[in-house]
Nanobody
Framework: QVQLVESGGGLVQAGGSLRLSCAASGRSFSSYAWFRQAPGREREFVAT??????????YYADSVKGRFTISRDNAKNAVYLQMNSLKPEDTAVYYCAATAYGGSVYTRRQNYDFWGQGTQVTVSS
C-alpha cells in the first residue's frame, strides 16, 4: 500500500523557518511536489523535484522562489521542504504529492497520483 506521510508543520513567527518532511512507503517515485491550501482558496503548487537525465531538478512557484528549497533523498524515498523567511501569507495546509512520471516539470494537481494527509503551517505576524 502506497502512503505519503508529512511531518514538520507548526506555528512560527514571520521571518522564521520550518522544515517539512514527507516519507513515501510502498514504492519509489520519479517526481515529488509540495502544494498548499489556505482557507477559502484552491490548492496551489509550491515546488517540485523530479528525476531528469542530468540529475534531480527543481522548480518553484514565484511566490516562494528564493525562500523555499525542495530536496529529496532517493534512498529513503523522502522529500523535504525547507521554508525560510516565512510570511503570514504562507499560512496553509501543506501537502506532499508524488507520481511515477519524471523527465519534466509537473505543477498541476492532476499530474500527481498520490497525496499525503497534509500538515498545517501557521505563520504569525
Amino acid at each position: 500500500q502506497v502512503q505519503l506521510v508529512e511531518s514538520g508543520g507548526g506555528l512560527v513567527q514571520a521571518g522564521g523557518s520550518l522544515r517539512l518532511s514527507c516519507a513515501a512507503s510502498g514504492r519509489s517515485f520519479s517526481s515529488y511536489a509540495w502544494f498548499r491550501q489556505a482557507p477559502g482558496r484552491e490548492r496551489e503548487f509550491v515546488a517540485t523535484s523530479w528525476n531528469a537525465w542530468t540529475g534531480d531538478r527543481t522548480y518553484y512557484a514565484d511566490s516562494v522562489k528564493g525562500r523555499f528549497t525542495i530536496s529529496r533523498d532517493n534512498a529513503k524515498n523522502a522529500v523535504y521542504l525547507q521554508m525560510n523567511s516565512l510570511k503570514p501569507e504562507d499560512t496553509a495546509v501543506y501537502y506532499c504529492a508524488a507520481t511515477a512520471y519524471g523527465g519534466s516539470v509537473y505543477t498541476r494537481r492532476q499530474n500527481y497520483d498520490f497525496w499525503g494527509q497534509g500538515t498545517q503551517v501557521t505563520v504569525s505576524s
